[in-house]
């Protein structure tokens, strides 16, 4: 098995999917849209295509152009059959990908608050592995309508579609389930300098004394990998 990411700041990487492929003994690869000159590679070289965060939204491709390539890229592999999964921005450019529309969420949603996972995950071989409450990380501007043929999976109060799944191998979460506590407390340092805080947004201090909370959800992570990659070996 070997995954593709597609990165686009210098540090959202796959966080805690990178842990979780060198334990399987997976290879990983990497295309990085914070430097110059993006190459991304031939489809027939991966399985396993993942989408990460980053800062700038879905709609901007006047400002970042590379996202049309990128957003191309995405719906070949949908297309192809590849196993794809957008977190956080990489959830709103499967979401674009897709034909849906992606625009500013009424209000940002920062820090660590409770996810819901709905009927539709209950009876779902991958989002069934979700409690029906999660406490999260979040740490996005946007959202996104879905695409047609998605299922919602789960929602939170800030934001009605916080996870949705196409078929049997597009998987898009908008929470940060792939943040390790280290991760999280790099994320902090690097863009939490000027968060203002809100009904819908901690404070720095708030949100590194929560980041404890993302061990657990990488064990629960961890069951969900192992199940998205059984469920297309089977």
Partial sequence: MHIHYLQH?????????????????????CTRFDLPNP???????????????????????HE????????????????????VMGICLGSQLVAS???????????????FFPVEFNKNANSDPVFGLFPQQLTAMHWHNDTFDLPVGAICMASSAATP???????????????????TELSANILIEKSGQN????SWVQSPKTIREMAYICK????????????IQRLQTA
């Fill in 64 to 83: 970042f152009p590379w996202l049309e390539d990128e957003k191309k890229f995405i719906r070949e592999a949908i297309v192809l059959g590849k196993i």
């Fill in 161 to 179: 579609n916080q996870a949705f799944r196409l078929g049997t191998k597009v998987f898009a979460i908008q929470f940060h389930f792939e943040m």
């Fill in 216 to 227: 657990n959800n990488n064990r629960i992570f961890d069951g969900i990998l192992d199940e």
């Fill in 195 to 198: 968060l203002v805080e809100s």
């Fill in 9 to 29: 700041d210098d540090f959202e990487d796959l966080a805690y999917i990178g842990q979780w492929a060198e334990q399987k003994g997976f290879s990983t690869s």
């Fill in 97 to 111: 990908a897709l034909g849906a529309k992606v625009y500013p969420n009424p209000s940002p949603e920062i820090g």
């Fill in 39 to 61: 190459v991304l590679p031939g489809h027939e070289c991966y399985d396993w295509l993942c989408i990460m965060g980053g800062k700038m939204g879905a709609y901007e491709e």
